[in-house]
């Protein structure tokens, strides 16, 4: 019972708290952007005339209200998939995005049937 | 005439390698049962004259010897001492020669060290390194001469990148390469061991601290690294997973689990296969980021000295060491029956490896796949942050939890799980995140559970101390290694969540408000140094809720030698927080561009990263008081 309630309040908890706000953050949107005309660095990073541009576009987006995805795609469409440091999930991507997770389940099985081996001994 | 003497020592040194080599083959006919005293002797010379061809190369860098292309290209006379010193390792041809000696050293103590291991292993491990060693001596004698005369001679050098000098970064590549060329001696002590099949514990026990070493080096190279780029590139982060960043990071994983594997070795002579892939995989991925690095052919922020047939040569000296170390692997390998029960440390060293293997190639795939997504389909993507934080975080938690777990098992079987305890431990965990909650600020759902997966390896690994305290039982590296991993994540996690960034524009004069703080750009003015320019900013920032005043100065810097502008933080370090401002000059305009920063508990970061590594050396300092 004791348990049950401890349980009870953690999800109560992990509601209130994770009631983050829904607006777009500048900084973080920047962030994910690269700047075109440096050597690694990002929008948010750069003090090039690029990055400059690229804030002030952002910023435009936001107050017009679009989401985040809205924005990444707008600038995807316009500079192409090298400008988001987050590839989209797309048939080019997709062994990007998968094949960890891949490797993560086949290392899981190969020892849970290591293991279930030496159990049927 | 130092140059003369320079390249005189690498060709020497190339004869000493073909002669080990012949000699080896050699002693390995004869019947006896110790190594000749000659193989020694002529092992000893190769490990000084590389140290004197290295020292050649620093005198030229001190006395500004600008007869030599190397230092005309990477010094300047004006350039402060230690600078010059460190400028001998500061570009691709000089770290080359250090990657030499490193393997030269390395082989030469492995062999004074492993007396009592067969002949046979250590001849053979004594050949492959020395194959090794005459692989790169090629490279740098024919490709890379760090000697290379230029003519006319020069009366003056154009100077070492200003970003690049810089303390942090002249410790880095030693502490890195002797984390990442020092395992090229267990790749060698593999092959060795697969040609003369010896295998399990003794095995283990020859290479076991010399995995300790390259890990705890590593480490702290890494840390170096990232210090440097903290400050010294102006965006206030430590970590970009930047390519150059992701290359050190990749042997790294394969070392952690390799340095875990090895114990299962030693003490239940189990997964020798497994071990021997993880010594094998080190090298080549250490090769492999070398190759990344140096050939150009990635888009990142320290590129330096990329040069097309530098990247022909390593790859193709990568592609010989795959092929052979593969063919040899799967000659030899044979299906051995594995005795694993599953509450037992096996497994959860097991487990640990196929978390480290996880992360290894997930940021492999992330670091490899923009090439090859060019060259296929002419697409080009960048892989940076937002994709592997998706991917790794939420994996981190599990692993943290595993990771608290693991240490409490026994070896063979378990067969009591101290359920009651780790449930305890978990609820105290998760009190202390929703208290972080409460009594500063709310973070996203994901990061609740980092920092409770955190807290848990923390209390945990406490816990631990307390026992092994009352038992006295000598597992202290351990423990503080894995201890600091959990403090690490979690002042990371604080880091990220606790942190305040600013940009914005402002003109001498003026002041800015947010939140509790307000900066005011209190003065401008220009300073002449010994070998740059500089225009100071005094910044006030103000902090209303402590009532507290701190200045900053940063600084623009207008370099000569080479003429670069770079742009100097200022950073306030404290025990809780950092303050950090960067300054810009925007064209054409009065104002300039101000990043500020509030980062809670950097000096943390470090702290945890260096204990960590301390724990290694822990490890190591308890072996050798046992074996002498």
Not at chain 2, 335 to 342: A, D, I, P, Q, R
Request: charged residues 15%.
């Amino acid at each position: 019972m004791r348990i049950k309630i401890t349980i009870f309040f953690i999800i109560v908890n992990f509601n209130i708290v994770s009631a983050a706000d829904s607006s777009v953050e500048l900084n973080k949107v920047l962030k994910n952007l690269r700047c075109l005309i440096c050597q690694g660095q990002s929008v948010a990073d750069s003090n090039s005339e690029f990055a400059q541009t690229i804030k002030l576009v952002v910023q435009d987006q936001i107050a017009d209200g679009k989401s985040e995805k809205e924005i990444y795609d707008f600038l995807v469409e316009k500079y192409g998939e090298w400008i988001v440091y987050k590839p989209p999930l797309n048939k080019v991507n997709s062994v990007l995005w998968l094949f960890p997770y891949l490797v993560f389940v086949i290392g899981g099985l190969l020892i849970f049937l290591l293991l279930k081996k030496r159990n049927n001994h | 005439m130092l140059s003369n003497i320079g390249n005189t020592l690498l060709f020497l040194n190339i004869l000493l390698g073909i002669s080990i080599i012949y000699l080896s083959l050699q002693n390995l006919k004869n019947s006896k049962i110790l190594i000749s005293k000659k193989i020694y002797h002529i092992c000893l010379f190769q490990s000084t004259f590389i140290l004197i061809c290295f020292f050649t190369l620093v005198s030229a860098f001190i006395i500004s010897d600008f007869s030599i292309i190397n230092v005309y290209e990477n010094s300047h006379s004006l350039k402060p001492f230690f600078y010059k010193f460190s400028g001998t390792w500061g570009n691709h041809e000089g770290s080359l020669l250090l990657w030499v000696i490193i393997l030269t050293i390395f082989s030469f103590l492995f062999l004074l060290y492993n007396k009592h291991h067969p002949k046979n292993y250590r001849i053979y491990s004594l050949i492959i390194q020395n194959v090794l060693i005459l692989g790169f001596l090629f490279f740098l004698f024919f490709n890379s001469n760090p000697f290379s005369k230029v003519l006319p001679i020069p009366k003056e050098g154009l100077g070492l990148n200003p970003i690049l000098q810089d303390p942090a970064l002249a410790i880095h590549p030693p502490l890195l390469y002797i984390g990442f060329v020092g395992s090229s001696i267990y790749f060698s002590a593999a092959i060795a061991s697969l040609l003369t099949n010896y295998s399990g514990k003794l095995f283990a026990q020859s290479i076991k601290n010399w995995v300790l070493i390259s890990w705890s080096f590593q480490t702290l190279g890494i840390l170096a690294g990232s210090v440097w780029a903290y400050y010294e590139l102006g965006w206030g982060g430590f970590w970009f997973w930047d390519p150059v960043e992701n290359a050190s990071l990749l042997p790294w994983f394969a070392m952690s689990a390799l340095l875990h594997s090895l114990i299962v070795l030693e003490k239940r002579n189990l997964l020798y296969f497994w071990v021997i892939v993880l010594c094998l995989l080190t090298f080549i991925l250490s090769v492999t980021g070398t190759f990344l690095v140096r050939s150009g052919i990635l888009n990142s922020v320290h590129t330096f000295a990329n040069d097309p047939s530098r990247g022909v040569y390593i790859l193709v000296f990568l592609s010989l060491m795959i092929f052979a170390s593969v063919l040899l692997f799967f000659n030899k390998f044979k299906n051995t029956s594995y005795n694993l029960n599953s509450n037992s440390k096996e497994t959860f060293i097991l487990i640990n490896n196929w978390f480290m293997i996880f992360y290894l190639i997930t940021v492999l795939l992330g670091t490899v796949y923009p090439i090859f997504t060019e060259v296929l389909t002419d697409h080009k993507v960048s892989v940076g942050p937002p994709f592997y934080n998706t991917v790794i975080i939420p994996i981190v938690i599990l692993f943290l939890l595993f990771m608290s777990v693991g240490p409490q098992i026994q070896w063979i079987k378990n067969k009591f799980y101290n359920l009651n305890l780790f449930f305890k431990i978990l609820i105290g965990s998760i009190f202390i995140n929703f208290s972080i909650v409460y009594l500063f600020k709310g973070y996203s759902l994901l990061s609740n559970f980092i920092i409770i997966s955190a807290v848990f390896l923390v209390i945990s690994s406490l816990v631990d101390l307390y026992k092994s305290y009352k038992k006295i039982k000598e597992n202290y590296s351990r423990i503080l290694s894995h201890l600091s991993f959990g403090f690490l994540i979690l002042f990371i996690g604080l880091n990220y969540n606790f942190s305040i960034e600013k940009d914005f524009n402002l003109k001498l004069g003026e002041k800015k408000n947010f939140e509790n703080y307000s900066v005011e750009f209190k003065d401008l003015r220009l300073e002449d140094f010994k070998n740059y320019k500089a225009v100071i900013g005094e910044f006030k920032i103000y902090n209303s809720e402590k009532n507290l005043n701190q200045f900053l100065y940063p600084e623009i810097r207008i370099y000569e030698n080479p003429s670069t502008i770079t742009y100097e933080a200022s950073i306030r370090s404290g025990i809780l927080k950092d303050y950090y401002i960067t300054m810009s000059n925007i064209d054409r305009s009065d104002y300039y561009n101000i990043k500020f920063q509030k980062k809670p508990f950097m000096i943390w970061i470090w702290i945890s990263v260096i204990f960590i590594s301390l724990g290694g050396f822990l490890r190591l300092y308890q072996n050798a008081k046992k074996d002498y």
